[in-house]
Nanobody, 124 residues
Framework: QVHMVESGGGLVQAGGSLRLSCAAS????????MGWFRQAPGKEREFVAA????????YYADSVKGRFTISRDNAKNTVYLQMNSLKPEDTAVYYC?????????????????WGQGTQVTVSS
């Protein structure tokens, strides 16, 4: 069982930056691939970024590639999402998720544990 809490969301102007954090409980954090997803009002949850257990491999949605960076610190049981050059269309609730399988996936159904989400609002 992994319990996760996201933080770092807020209101920012277009072009600004935010850094999301997801702190996980438990001693087995490094056994999980981690992902960030987001859900805007009236839309389905979508993949944003994912990172392998060691942090050696990262994956991004095309819509955020070059602007967002996912990273993790296994010693601190934390995964991060650095978001730069934010756009109004990035407005959503952002969720972190943990996946026990070895292969990193972009599919939300494959993730086993989810945080409660943090709101990101980008004004134009």
């Amino acid at each position: 069982q992994v319990h996760m809490v996201e933080s770092g969301g807020g209101l920012v102007q277009a072009g600004g930056s935010l850094r999301l954090s997801c702190a996980a409980s438990g001693r087995t954090f490094s056994s999980y691939a981690m992902g960030w997803f987001r859900q805007a009002p009236g839309k389905e949850r979508e993949f944003v970024a994912a990172i392998s257990r060691s942090g050696g491999s990262t994956y991004y949605a095309d819509s955020v590639k070059g602007r967002f960076t996912i990273s993790r610190d296994n010693a601190k049981n934390t995964v991060y999402l650095q978001m730069n050059s934010l756009k109004p269309e990035d407005t959503a609730v952002y969720y972190c998720a943990a996946d026990r399988t070895l292969v990193v996936t972009t599919q939300s159904v494959e993730y086993d544990y989810w945080g409660q989400g943090t709101q990101v609002t980008v004004s134009s």
